[in-house]
């Protein structure tokens, strides 16, 4: 399979007014094409810097990112990031809150608008393209928030727990419709969520980071043997419970 990702070696030490803390210790993977990949591990693990560090936004101490072989110095333009909150701009209407990153990064030209507005119709979203975020429900606004960021064509789209604002029901919905737009798109995603459930529902592997600094404890393929897998159908089957209490021990384990 061909890579798409490589995290090499990396360390990170943050600065601050008490002395240096130590968030990251030699974390190594790789993401190939296509692949969906979680990252769970006890809260304050590094799981956001590492994310930051893979998109740029942050400096790292030792190592190195690659994306597409290339080596990642500052913010790429290979890499989407979705956020806990949805980020949309509540005075510009759905249309214009989905070409927002085309115009930042001075891309919006006709056939990048018409991709746009392709996703916005297969993903059921057009008929509400003249309407504002505060007009839609929590789902539709994640929705369009990674139209928002497919618009740019990015190679890998990160995700940094970006359904835990919203309530269970809601959540399980949400991720399911994410899930059927990124496969059918294509992408590459690597997600972090504190959520066990979540991760095993989405991805084919689970890499599980130790408490601070974060290192990997372990990864995990995650095969339901399935053909047309959803997160929601995953959660139905019998093999669910058995990768939960795998990684629900390893997570508990203090080391
Ligand atoms: P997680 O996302 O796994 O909860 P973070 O990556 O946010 O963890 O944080 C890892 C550790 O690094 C935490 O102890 C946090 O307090 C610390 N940290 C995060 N950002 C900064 C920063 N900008 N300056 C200093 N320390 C930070
Ligand atoms: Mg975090």
Redesign the pocket.
Known sequence: MEKILEVKNIS?K???REGE?M?LKNVNFRVNQGEFVSII??????????L?IIAGL?KKTTGEIYIEGEKVENISSKIGYMLQRDCLLEWRNILNNTMFGLEVKGMKNEENKAYVKNLLKKYNLYEFKDKYPSELSGGMRQRVALIRTLAVKPKILLL?EAFSALDYQTRIMVTNDIYSILRKENITALI?T?DISEAISMSDRVLV?SK?P?SIKDIHKIDFGMENRTPINCRENPKFSSYFNTLWKELGVDE
């Open positions: 990170k943050y600065q601050n803390i968030a591990g006890p809260s304050g693990c590094g799981k956001s810097t590492l930051s942050e940094d972090v504190h980071l601070r974060g």
